[in-house]
């Protein structure tokens, strides 16, 4: 299997998450998100490393979401963010995480299209937060 053949899966399997989510979904991947971001704070791997600071705003995003906090941000946004945070925490991974180097490519990748697709509401919501 190739790297392209790699990406067309995890993306399939984002674009299926974000248009499986739930209100339900949103609360429980906010706290498996944590759980998973403390694991690998200290060190984030490869390609992760880049977008480590996005994925902290993304979890902030959701967690404030699902308590109420913050609202002002359309459903298909907060879809997208947790089909992307499912896909990253999930340990059955079109690539898995234990593969030295290559392991968490297919996560950023999916990351990088979330991030894609919510960059305005999740700039927003940085303004909205730092207020």
Do not use: C, H
């Not at 704070?41 to 480590?52: C, T, V």
């Not at 991974?93 to 999740?122: H, R």
């Amino acid at each position: 299997m190739s790297l392209d053949d790699d990406k067309d899966n995890a993306r399939k399997r984002f674009e299926k998450a974000k248009n499986e989510v739930s209100e339900a979904d949103v609360e429980k991947t906010a706290k498996s998100g944590q759980e998973k971001f403390e694991s690998l704070d200290s060190a984030p791997p490869g390609k992760l490393k880049e977008i480590w600071g996005d994925i902290k705003w993304m979890l902030r995003l959701i967690k404030d979401y699902a308590s109420g906090e913050y609202r002002e941000i359309p459903w298909g946004s907060i879809a997208a963010i947790t089909g992307a945070i499912i896909y990253f925490v999930s340990p059955v991974d079109v690539i898995p995480d234990p593969i030295p180097v290559v392991g968490y490519l297919d996560d950023a990748y999916v990351i990088k299209l979330a991030l894609e697709f919510v960059k305005e509401d999740l700039d927003e919501y940085k303004k909205w937060k730092n207020a």
